[in-house]
């Protein structure tokens, strides 16, 4: 009950309302409280270090199924009302991935009503993610396909572990699957539209310091350097006056959060007539069958 609560608020509250900062003065004490003590979740471990870092710890390869991205945002959201909590480090409790992207297990062989709820779980985390009123860098320690690809594009600064066996990009249509238009929005805001069109196509999945040179990344650093940077830049980050960031990040992102907003149910009719459909079912099978057979 508590996850669907969440899953049914909306991030852009948070990234363009002045009430945010109401509620955030009414409960900041017991809050401030409470959220200064590392969450103990099962797949998304928040440590409150020397910078707040969100972990992604659902093994093997971080899918993110319903149960993560569920996690997530209840996680983030607790620390977006948190006043003490200015900045969010995303990373993988894992060397070599950071995330494997969407589970796909949850998108075959399941009824429409549970499509529809893994559909809304996806928006609901980009919402937060992207809406986002703190800093957020991504710490990328390893591979990134489609949906980790998405959350690393909804920070605002991405590091990259320097190693050319890890990738990052929208792969959708080498699953023989479209990335929706929120998706490709977020990656023309980062890269630009002309890289976007021919990543999309052509499903392409970037080594790191190829990612690099196309900007989908900001930064490559050794593996082991990556979260300490990571550190290093959120310092930079939060020297800025915080109201001037947030209102420049809103301006930058509102649009793109207003248009999934204001299809958000259109949305999900869609994604689920199109997972239903047999020939996309059959395609995520050959997929699946694919990545179990290369060992
Ligand atoms: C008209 C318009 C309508 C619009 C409709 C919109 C539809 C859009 C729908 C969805 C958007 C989709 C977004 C996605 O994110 S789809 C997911 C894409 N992800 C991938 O392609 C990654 C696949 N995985 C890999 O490439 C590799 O696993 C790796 C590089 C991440 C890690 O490699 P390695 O360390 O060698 O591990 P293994 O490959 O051996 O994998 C281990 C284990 O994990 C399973 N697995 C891997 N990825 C996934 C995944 N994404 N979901 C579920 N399970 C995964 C893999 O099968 C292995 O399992 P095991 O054999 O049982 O151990």
């Known amino acids: 009950m508590a996850a ?3 899953l049914r608020s909306s991030a852009p509250a948070r990234l363009l309302s002045g009430s945010f900062y109401i509620r955030k003065g009414v409960l ?3 809050q401030h409280y409470q959220s200064r003590r590392p969450f103990s979740n099962e797949k998304v471990l928040v440590e409150l270090d020397e910078s ?3 972990k992604m710890k659902n093994p093997p390869v971080n ?3 319903l149960d993560v991205l569920t996690e997530f945002s209840i996680s983030l959201e607790k620390l977006e ?3 003490g909590c200015r900045g969010v480090i995303l990373t993988s409790a894992f060397p070599k991935i950071f995330s494997a992207g969407l589970d796909i297990t949850e998108m075959c062989g399941k009824s429409a009503e549970h499509y529809a709820a893994f559909w809304r779980a996806v928006q609901e985390m980009w919402l937060k993610l992207y809406g986002s009123n703190m800093v957020t860098i991504a710490a990328i320690n390893g591979s990134s396909p489609a949906g980790g690809c998405l959350m690393a594009m909804c920070c605002d600064y991405r590091i990259m ?3 050319p066996k890890f990738a990052i990009g929208l792969n959708e249509t080498q699953l023989g699957i479209v990335a929706p238009f929120w998706f490709k929005e977020t990656m023309v805001n980062t890269v630009g539209n002309r890289v976007t069109e021919q990543s999309l196509q052509l499903g392409q999945m970037y080594p790191a310091p190829d990612a690099l040179k196309i900007g989908l990344v900001d930064k490559l ?3 082991e350097k990556v979260q300490s940077t990571a550190v290093a830049a959120m310092s930079q980050w939060l020297a800025v006056p915080d109201h001037a960031r947030q209102i420049t990040k809103s301006i930058m992102r509102k649009p793109t959060i207003d248009n999934l907003v204001k299809h958000r149910e259109a949305d999900i009719n869609n994604f689920v007539s199109f997972i239903t459909k047999d ?8 997929y699946m069958d694919r990545l179990k057979q290369k060992k």
């Not at 020939?279 to 050959?286: C, G, M, P």
């Open 161 to 163: 572990a320097d190693n």
């Open 279 to 286: 020939s996309i079912q059959k395609s995520l099978q050959v």
């Open 221 to 223: 650093v050794t593996e």
């Open 81 to 83: 009302i948190d006043r």
């Open 4 to 6: 669907q609560a969440v």
């Open 63 to 65: 899918s993110l199924s």
């Open 52 to 54: 707040t870092v969100m």
């Open 28 to 30: 900041a004490s017991w």
